[in-house]
């Protein structure tokens, strides 16, 4: 079995042969005499060897001693290499794929001028994009997601998460739609609604609102993505209601849809970017969190 490797004494052992003396590597090491003699003890028995033998007043290295000191500097130079900062972050250098997960409206409503602002600052990286899930699972913690952006949720513990965004509910309909001439609390109840939602869930703020107000919204259509849900409000007298900043991306598309305000008091919704913290510290990660978080900024 290897014998187990004591790194202090590595050091140890460098300052002795540095200073020849105890003495000066104990005071190199902040240490009294009888302390480094105790530890050159240490290093006798770690390495089977003399190490340094007394010549007259002065401490001597052995042969073993001398062939040691060649490597040792080399190896206390690569030691000092783990822990000092690395070299100085270039991300037009950087070679690295990074796995986002995000619904796809966000991607095509506000990814675009971050795609292209990420890839002009690093160009020799790529974003793959994910779909969201129907379960809260361990796409974080396993590495197998880098980065979650979309509303905010209770994520597991240890999980940070930074705001990004705020937005609120607003509506699609169809071009010519009865309601875009009167669109109040109570016309809004007269439509059938569909509710887009990866988990089928068919309540949110729209229907405590309503609520709040003795109302109450016909929810006939659950489906888990915009896409297909816009498809259908085209062709029918369907209301979409939808997170403004995705709206964003529909009005680009130039789809038939007409945007209607809801004449609602209704909670924000916190767009936030989550990660685990084993990337906290990564330089890649942090420039790609911070590059995120500025690009938002400026769209305020």
Request: charged share 25%; aromatic share 6%.
């Amino acid at each position: 079995m290897p014998q187990k490797v004591d790194f202090n004494l590595i050091y140890a052992l460098n300052l002795l042969l540095e200073e020849g003396s105890v003495v000066g590597a104990a005071e190199k090491m902040n240490l009294s005499a009888p302390a480094m003699s105790r530890i050159l003890g240490r290093i006798r028995e770690q390495f089977n060897d003399p190490i340094m033998v007394r010549a007259g007043k002065n401490l001597v290295p052995t042969p073993r001693a001398l062939e040691l000191k060649q490597r040792l500097t080399q190896i206390i130079e690569q030691a000092e290499a783990l822990i000092q900062p690395s070299e100085i972050f270039d991300p037009k250098t950087l070679e690295r794929t990074f796995t986002i997960r995000a619904n796809d409206i966000f991607i095509g409503a506000l990814g675009g001028g971050l795609l292209e602002t990420l890839r002009e600052m690093a160009p020799r990286s790529s974003l793959k994009f994910i779909a969201e899930s129907d379960i809260d699972d361990d796409a974080l913690r396993t590495g197998k997601v880098d980065l979650v952006i979309g509303s905010s949720r209770n994520w597991h513990p240890e999980i940070k998460a930074q705001s990004l965004f705020t937005s609120t509910f607003q509506a699609l309909v169809r071009p010519n739609h009865p309601i875009i001439r009167n669109v109040t609390p109570e016309t809004l109840t007269h439509y059938p609604h569909i509710s887009v939602s990866r988990r089928g869930r068919t309540q949110g703020p729209i229907d405590d609102a309503l609520r709040d107000l003795g109302l109450q919204r016909n929810v006939v259509l659950t489906l888990p993505s915009f896409h297909s849900a816009m498809m259908l409000t085209m062709k029918s007298d369907y209301i979409l209601p939808l997170p403004r900043h995705v709206l964003l991306g529909v009005s680009n598309i130039g789809l038939p849809l007409v945007e209607i305000e809801l004449p609602l008091e209704l909670e924000s919704v916190f767009i936030v970017q989550a990660w685990h913290p084993r990337l906290d510290r990564d330089p890649a990660h942090q420039w790609l969190r911070q590059t995120i978080k500025q690009y938002f900024l400026k769209r305020e």
